[in-house]
């Protein structure tokens, strides 16, 4: 999260520093847009007719040593409420030295087993994978982290939107966090996506714009994958194949209704490293799509090639107001003025307003009434939010390296019944 600075009007005709004031107003014009599409995060997503017609599932999770978390997430799947004779869920098992395989075993999942120390990560798991699987006797394949728990709904509110939205091939279904109360930390993560599912998913779906992929609680048709394929490179394999739906003419749909919890880390370090790993693949895709992306609107006028590139642009639009910010420090602290682009002070007292805001509208909108509950974690949130540019920073130094992936570790292994009970409680 950056947030973005003000210009005092008379400075714009000083021609001193003519190529910064370009840079500030397309900076300008960046946040004004995004301020736009996000207001219609505002409009309630509508329900979703029953389908009449059930669909096939096979229901994915890469797993690499997950003995603590992995029971339960299946105990959520084997509790849906679709119909058990309509979905196969098939464990990978990648490099585990654990009991991961046992525990899949036990609850029923097939177990596919890979050994390819070369090549770690999620991303070639599952394109591993899916290999693996017979595709043909599926129409959409569900994607879940071992870590996730499951909605008892989930499966079927998927299916009821692939029904009522048959040009639909992928889709994003809604993120909330499993653990938000265990840390400081884990409340901002929570604080971030519900403030991201409505005024960045949905608002992006009630414009008609593509939605990004989470990396986990989606489905994909089998249709899609074999006529794509998984030919992903970057860490970030779940932002790679969105740009890669999009520049076939395709979107991502998001599902408002189909809920998977997962789980954030508990510390800082942990945090450090999962978003350096996702800027790391954000800049990779930006390099390598952006400017597919940029040609497709240009040639074709379609505004979702344009929102999908500005949003591959989001690390450099941070990185650049960082660097102006940090010039208009130098100016002041030499010349005791500042000439050309960007006023500090007011930079400041933006980012807290709008972390303000961010913890009240967030919250309110997902109780569906005004709440104030969780005001008083606006600093932490701001130092969260701010917390990103580092991390930029780092990523975009380490994109060119898509091979050292690093594990997040999970130890949460509440069931899906008292989570669902405890979030009953805390409205």
């Known amino acids: ?122 991303t070639y798991n599952v394109g591993w994978a899916l290999a693996q699987i017979p595709l043909a006797s599926y129409d959409a394949i569900a994607l879940f982290d071992a870590d996730n728990l499951v909605h ?3 499966l079927a509110k998927m299916n009821d939107y692939l029904e009522a939205h048959k040009d639909a091939e992928v889709v994003q279904g809604y993120l909330e966090t499993k653990n938000p109360d265990y840390s400081w930390l884990t409340r901002m993560y929570a604080l971030a996506y519900w403030y991201a599912n409505r005024f960045w998913q949905l608002a992006r779906a009630n414009w008609g714009l593509s939605a990004t992929l989470g990396g986990t609680g989606l489905v994909i048709r089998t249709s899609c994958i074999t006529r794509l394929g998984w030919n992903l490179k970057s860490l970030t394999e779940d932002l790679e194949f969105s740009v890669q739906v999009v520049l076939e003419g395709g979107k991502v749909h998001w599902n408002e209704w189909a809920i998977t919890y997962d789980e954030k880390p508990l510390r800082y370090a942990s945090s450090h490293r999962q978003r350096t790993r996702w800027m790391q693949g954000h800049c990779f895709v930006l390099w390598r799509y952006g400017w597919k992306l940029l040609k497709k609107f240009l040639t074709s006028g379609n505004l979702q090639y344009l929102d999908y590139f500005l949003y591959l642009l989001t690390p450099l639009s941070i990185v650049l107001t960082t660097v102006l910010v940090a010039l208009e420090t130098i100016e002041r602290g030499t010349h005791g003025n500042v000439p050309f682009v960007l006023h500090l002070y007011l930079w400041v007292p933006v980012a807290f307003i709008q972390s303000a805001y961010q913890v009240v509208l967030g919250p309110s909108l997902k109780e569906g009434r005004f709440t104030l509950r969780y005001l008083p974690y606006f600093v932490l949130y701001t130092v969260y939010g701010l917390s990103w540019i580092p991390i930029v920073f780092l990523g975009l130094f380490l994109s060119w390296n898509q091979k050292r992936w690093v594990k997040t570790e999970h130890s949460c292994s509440i069931s899906i019944g008292e989570l669902l009970e405890e979030s009953s409680v805390s409205k």
């Not at 003000?6 to 001193?16: C, G, K, Q, R, T």
């Not at 084997?78 to 991961?100: G, S, W």
Request: aromatic share 16%.
């Open 1 to 122: 999260m950056v947030y973005p600075s003000f210009v005092a009007p008379e400075e714009w005709f000083d021609h001193s520093f003519e190529p910064l004031k370009i840079l500030a107003f397309l900076l300008y014009c960046f946040w004004v847009y995004q301020t736009c599409i996000a207001l219609r995060g505002f409009q309630y997503p509508r329900s979703l007719p029953k389908a009449k017609k059930f669909l096939r599932f096979a229901v994915l999770i890469p797993a690499h040593n997950e003995e603590k978390v992995l029971g339960p997430l299946l105990e959520s799947l084997r509790a849906q409420t679709y119909p058990k004779e309509l979905f196969d869920i098939y464990v990978v098992c990648d490099a585990c030295t654990d009991r991961t395989k046992d525990i899949a075993l036990s609850r029923g999942a097939f177990v596919l087993e890979r050994n390819d120390p070369q090549h770690p990560g999620k």
């Open 152 to 154: 008892p709904e989930f």
